[in-house]
């Protein structure tokens, strides 16, 4: 996988639990980027989280990352906040984007606690060419507010309002009033906690808006269901994956995820979450009938078929053929 060299420029307080890390590059230019992309951090031999840049697009000095702790968490934002200094050298992935800004006649984004921090710089980008949009975001409290300053100082501050539940203002108090009514030529934006992307997502469909104007973006997968749990190991059995390229075959047990058993094997993947967040494993599928589990692709890419995220999915038929 390719990575970048980079240096910690600059760290900051984002909110009571929230710091802003300033990253740039070592030698040369950093890659451009598009609002709504992540990057992987490289935190130790197996420890790469993904962080999505909340900065400008239109900045090409430099990447900002920002990192809520979670002491229990996966030991990402507890090594960044506790090892992490101005002058550390990291390395990174170069920026990929699977929460892209569609075009639209206006744009709705809202946002819970550190869910802003891709719309964020979504906000940035359609302020720059001067499009319409608001962004909602609810917060704990004003001291859990994630970049709450740069929000108030922003050039859209005026089409962005903060929502605090110590106050009473809450997503399940209402949805925001731009969703209250669908609107064919909007697109809604959502990125936060599951509980509340869950919820958003079942109130505005609930209100008429279609599943192709909502998006969203999962820092974690999604909690299971009862319904869920059934889905998850109704296909559990082992299958077999193929290479195409060497007509090879490899058994994947129960207990295995297809990503493990190539990499034990010899087979080069590409590999980052290890959850089905990311979409850096996605490969393409030849024959055979996948059992997605992820949650990167969009229900279109999964009805087709034709991908697989190889560190979490697994297969419905006896055999997979995939294009490696």
């Not at 309002?161 to 110590?166: E, L, M, Y």
């Not at 030529?185 to 209100?207: I, L, N, Q, R, S």
């Not at 490899?250 to 094997?265: C, E, F, G, K, S």
């Amino acid at each position: 996988m390719q990575t970048l060299d980079v240096i910690v420029h600059a760290i900051s307080l984002a909110s009571a639990t929230s710091r802003s890390y300033e990253l740039r590059a070592v030698d040369g230019a950093l890659p451009p980027f598009d609002a709504g992309a992540h990057i992987d951090v490289h935190l130790g031999p197996s420890l790469v989280r993904q962080y999505s840049l909340c900065n400008s697009p239109q900045e090409s000095g430099r990447y900002l990352i920002c990192v809520r702790r979670e002491d229990a968490g996966r030991g990402g934002s507890r090594t960044l906040h506790r090892d992490i200094t101005v002058g550390r050298r990291l390395r990174i992935s170069p920026p990929r984007n699977h929460f892209p800004l569609v075009t639209a006649q206006r744009h709705v984004l809202v946002a819970g606690g550190i869910g802003i921090t891709p719309l964020l710089s979504m906000a940035e980008a359609l302020a720059a060419r001067g499009a319409t949009f608001v962004l909602h975001h609810y917060t704990s409290s004003t001291a859990e507010s994630p970049l709450l300053e740069r929000l108030q100082v922003s050039a859209f501050a005026e089409r962005t309002t903060v929502h605090h539940s110590d106050q009473g203002d809450t997503i399940r108090t209402g949805l925001p009033t731009e969703l209250l009514t669908p609107a064919p030529d909007t697109a809604v934006y959502v990125c936060g906690p599951d509980g509340f992307m869950t919820h958003v997502v079942a109130e505005t469909t609930a209100a008429g808006w279609q599943p192709g104007q909502i998006h969203t973006e999962r820092f974690a997968p999604k909690a299971p269901t009862a319904a869920g749990d059934e889905i998850a190991t109704e296909f559990t059995a082992e299958f077999t994956v193929r290479i195409a390229s060497t007509g090879i075959g490899y058994p994947v047990p129960a207990d295995r995820t297809i990503a493990d058993v190539l990499t034990a094997n010899g087979v080069e993947v590409e590999l980052s979450c290890e959850q089905g967040i990311c979409g850096a494993c996605l490969t393409p599928v030849l024959a055979g009938e996948p059992d997605h589990r992820d949650e990167i692709q969009t229900p279109d890419e999964r009805a087709a078929d034709n991908q697989i995220t190889i560190c979490c999915s697994r297969a419905r038929t006896p055999e997979l053929l995939l294009g490696l």
